[in-house]
Each structure stands twice: as structure tokens, then as C-alpha cells.
T-cell receptor, first 112, second 115 residues
């Protein structure tokens, strides 16, 4: 399974854009890149998923370069409620039995 | 649509005891995965069930086991509890049956404390 590396923590301010980069050098051809958000004492919540290039939804964008060895989650105009831990995952998902490997996550602190 | 339900939410056990945790997936979801979350080790995959069959297992000792019923509800059991088993146990269900990687829907977890 591809291992992921992401920063341990990041600080930001309300209204700013937060970009979290995840490295996954040994990503496999069938692997997807998925990001989850987790608040204390809650289960992780799906944010976005992509395979290559750029994916955007109502809460975030995911940028994946051509070599797919890294990816960047972009959170536009963060608010205090975006303070959470963000996990980057690489794996085949359901097809491989959802054996997803969560890295250490990035703890994002949004300040007023 | 109801989310993933885990019971009990909190429990305290002593070393050597066993514990059974329950997970009810979202209606129609056939895949159920279990994860252990601790401050030191983060989120670790335990096992995944699909249509009552275990498809994948993480690197945990045999004391950790699970099963899935015909209605997709799942249980996990930890026998001979150790202090290190204290953790938040998370269950996740998935709507797809194969092919493209699917979105996981997590429950709020069962927090186990072993004394």
C-alpha cells in the first residue's frame, strides 16, 4: 500500500486559503487519492477524491500533478469551523476491500 | 437517511476481559470496515467485510475479530483486553460493491477504555 507523508500541523487565519500537500511516491496505477476531515471525538468525514488533474467540489479542490506522486488539498477561505485534522489516503478503495491506510494527518488550526 | 450507528459509544473494561462492539451501516451499504484510532498510532485499519465475508485484514493480533451478518450489520470482538487496546474504534460503511474507490461513511465511534 502506498504510504503518505503530510505536514503534522498548519496554522491559518479566517478567510485565508489553506493548501495541504501530501506525498505518495509509490502510488499504484489503480490507486485513488482521497481526503478526509476529522473533528475531535468524531469519525472522519469524506471531503474529496481524485485520480488525476484537478477535482473541485463545494468545499475543496484537489490538485494532482501528472506523475501523481503528490497531491494538494486546497480549502478556500477557511473559517474557525475548519479547524480539524485532515487525512490524505491512497488506495483502491472498495475494489480492494477498503484497506485504506491513513497517514498521521495534518492538524489545521484556523485562528480568528 | 440514517448514518452509521455504533454502539456502545463509551465503555470501560478491565484487562483480560473481552468486548463486543456493534456497527449498523447505512441502509443499502454492504461494505463495513473497522479502524482503531489511538493518539500514538493514529487511524489503523482492522478489517473489512463485504456480504458477510472478510475481504481484508490489517496487522492486528488474533484477539481482534469480527463478523458481518446478512443484514450487513457488523460486530467486532476483542478478547483478553490489554491496556493498549484503549482506543476509539471506528466503523465505516461504503455504498459501492466494486470498481471505483468509494466514499467511506464513518460512525462516531466506540471509545473503549481498558483499566
Amino acid at each position: 500500500l502506498a504510504k503518505t507523508t503530510q505536514p503534522i500541523s498548519m496554522d491559518s487565519y479566517e478567510g485565508q486559503e489553506v493548501n495541504i500537500t501530501c506525498s505518495h511516491n509509490n502510488i499504484a496505477t489503480n490507486d485513488y487519492i482521497t481526503w478526509y476531515q476529522q473533528f475531535p471525538s468524531q469519525g472522519p468525514r469524506f471531503i474529496i477524491q481524485g485520480y488525476k488533474t484537478k477535482v473541485t467540489n463545494e468545499v475543496a479542490s484537489l490538485f494532482i500533478p501528472a506523475d501523481r506522486k503528490s497531491s494538494t488539498l486546497s480549502l478556500p477561505r477557511v473559517s474557525l469551523s475548519d479547524t480539524a485534522v485532515y487525512y490524505c489516503l491512497v488506495g483502491e478503495g472498495v475494489a480492494a476491500g477498503n484497506k485504506l491506510t491513513f497517514g498521521g494527518g495534518t492538524r489545521v488550526l484556523v485562528k480568528p | 437517511k440514517a448514518g452509521v450507528t455504533q454502539t456502545p459509544r463509551y465503555l470501560i473494561k478491565t484487562r483480560g476481559q473481552q468486548v463486543t462492539l456493534s456497527c449498523s451501516p447505512i441502509s443499502g451499504h454492504r461494505s463495513v470496515s473497522w479502524y482503531q484510532q489511538t493518539p500514538g498510532q493514529g487511524l489503523q485499519f482492522l478489517f473489512e467485510y463485504f456480504s458477510e465475508t472478510q475481504r481484508n485484514k490489517g496487522n492486528f493480533p488474533g484477539r481482534f475479530s469480527g463478523r458481518q451478518f446478512s443484514n450487513s450489520r457488523s460486530e467486532m470482538n476483542v478478547s483478553t483486553l490489554e491496556l493498549g487496546d484503549s482506543a476509539l474504534y471506528l466503523c465505516a460503511s461504503s455504498p459501492t460493491s466494486g470498481g471505483v474507490a468509494g466514499e467511506l461513511f464513518f460512525g462516531e465511534g466506540s471509545r473503549l477504555t481498558v483499566l
